[in-house]
């Protein structure tokens, strides 16, 4: 059995469907909802791996649910679903953590790479979203690019790839922990404080130039 995902929409057309949908790909649907409160308090009960939230829902918002995920701790990663093509409505959904935020028209052809994507800690968002919302990531100074040492280009290069923390430890004969002090360094480096999952977006909008 696949990863355990809790579902929430206030449109039950579009609930049923995506519920039918992943149930039929084999993924663990313990629990759906209609509204933002009910989809919260199935997260804090159930604690899935992944919540998949419509951004907007009665009486919580997808947003409001991952701020609250994230006040509290809750380990479960939240997925946003939404018709909002909006900047600042995205900005926000980073600031919150979220690990993944696709369109609802390309919903069923992307849900399953995005799910495969948060499940290995791979934050995901819409291919039609980034290329318009990312433009401060394709600006920077590349001249910051001479301040990394070569071990760190290396890790750029693999997180660029889509690797994650551990994956990159097997591939240098390191620590995770070695991984993420070297992660660390680079985001001070390059200046991409304070936007979850930063140097991810930078590292796929540039790899061409390392």
């Not at 499940?119 to 990312?134: A, G």
């Amino acid at each position: 059995m696949k990863s355990s995902i809790v579902i929430a929409d206030d449109h039950p057309l579009m609930l049923k469907g995506m519920m039918n949908y992943l149930s039929s790909l084999g993924y663990n649907i313990v629990g759906s909802a209609t509204d933002g409160s009910t989809a919260y308090n199935l997260i804090v009960k159930l604690k899935p791996k992944i919540a998949i939230l419509d951004i907007r829902m009665p009486h919580k918002t997808g947003l409001e649910i991952a701020q609250d995920c994230k006040l509290n701790a809750l380990d479960t990663k939240i997925i946003l679903i939404t018709f909002d093509k909006r900047e600042d409505v995205y900005k926000k959904a980073k600031e919150h953590n979220i690990y993944g935020y696709i369109l609802k028209e390309f919903a069923v052809e992307e849900i399953e790479t995005c799910i495969e994507n948060v499940i290995c800690d791979r934050p995901y968002f819409s291919k039609e979203l980034v290329p318009n919302l990312e433009k401060t990531y394709t600006n920077t100074d590349y001249t910051s690019l001479n301040k990394l040492t070569k071990t760190e280009i290396k890790i750029l290069k693999q997180i660029a790839n889509n690797k994650t923390s551990i994956e990159i430890a097997d591939d240098l004969n390191v620590s995770p922990r070695t991984v993420d002090k070297h992660r660390s360094n680079i985001v001070n480096k390059l200046k991409l404080h304070g936007i979850h999952n930063g140097l991810f977006i930078w590292a796929s909008q540039n790899k061409d130039i390392f």
